[in-house]
């Protein structure tokens, strides 16, 4: 069991490796110094090390690091009020983001991490559809785990499909069900703040 507690420097260069995809020398850090210095190693900004590995999509980091983590720690903040997940999905990680999202609740992943907002009250979905261009992949497969998890949440007449920017009626020339359809989708964007992180 490790009994040291690493200096500022070695945090600082753990995190680097997590940043940059040193699978060894995180590993080293992890048997030298424990889970707790994985907790507490943060950079001015309050990066942990799952936001470096999540932001440049090192799976193989993600993956050495989960089982010393606590479930909650998944959902930590940096000082902007951002979560590991949505740096994923800012730097379009697709490969991250489906690892978050598959990963059990018990075990910190799944909807609600895909429902946490950042502090600007955006959920993952809405983040990915935020960034907009280059984000599709990873706005069409949350939506699609959204679906499958939690269902569309109508009855099967008249479905309405959304998708990033388009509404589609399942059924030809039902107006109310169209009018219907953009008052959803404009309660779903009201909060989106365009500029804001």
């Not at 009994?3 to 490796?17: C, M, Q, R, V, Y």
């Not at 479930?71 to 994923?88: D, I």
């Not at 946490?116 to 983040?127: C, L, P, S, V």
């Amino acid at each position: 069991m490790p009994s040291t507690k690493p200096s500022a420097e070695e945090s600082d260069e753990f995190l680097l490796s997590c940043r940059y995809g040193e699978l060894e020398e995180v590993q080293a850090y992890i048997s030298q110094f424990g889970e707790e210095a994985i907790v507490e190693a943060r950079d001015n900004r309050g990066n942990t090390a799952l936001h470096m590995c999540c932001a440049n999509g090192h799976i193989d980091i993600l993956q050495a690091l989960l089982p010393h983590l606590p479930p909650s720690f998944l959902q930590q903040t940096n000082t902007a009020g951002s979560p590991p997940l949505h740096w994923a999905i800012l730097n379009n990680q697709v490969a991250v983001v489906k690892l978050l999202s598959e990963l059990p609740e018990e075990k910190g992943g799944g909807l609600p991490l895909l429902h946490q907002q950042n502090r600007a009250k955006r959920d993952a979905f809405t983040e990915a559809l935020f960034h907009g261009e280059g984000k599709e992949e990873i706005a069409g497969y949350i939506e699609g785990y959204l679906f499958k998890a939690e269902g569309d949440g109508t009855d099967g007449e008249g479905e309405i499909k959304m998708t990033a920017g388009e509404v589609e009626e399942a059924q030809e020339g039902d107006k109310g069900a169209e009018e219907e359809a953009v008052k959803e989708l404009e309660e779903k964007a009201k909060d989106v703040r365009i500029g804001e992180q």
